[in-house]
């Protein structure tokens, strides 16, 4: 797998991360799934689950509950109700 994937996550009161990683798996208001770099674009509704971000090796956790996903060419953007990294 070739690049890095920008990935943000944002709650109301700060944003929780920002930067370049491997993979990110979120709890879809559909199902599970996962984004990669170079993914196609969408957006969706978030449920309460555990958002993982992957980079270097190492996995990062975070409670969410509720908000919305976008993918776009530019990464993907995670707009939370709430975030708490676990």
């Known amino acids: 797998m070739a690049g ?14 920002s ?10 208001s559909e199902g599970d799934f996962g ?3 170079g993914h196609a ?6 449920r ?10 190492q996995v990062t956790t975070f409670e969410v509950r509720g908000g919305f996903a976008d993918v776009t060419p530019a990464g993907l953007t ?3 109700e709430s975030a708490v990294e676990v």
């Open 4 to 17: 890095k994937l920008q990935f943000s996550l944002v709650s109301p009161e700060r944003e929780l991360f």
């Open 78 to 80: 995670v707009l939370a």
């Open 19 to 28: 930067g370049e990683v491997d993979q990110v798996d979120a709890p879809g």
């Open 41 to 46: 674009p969408f957006m969706t509704a978030l």
């Open 48 to 57: 309460e689950g555990q958002l993982r971000l992957y980079r270097s090796g």
């Open 35 to 37: 984004v990669l770099p």
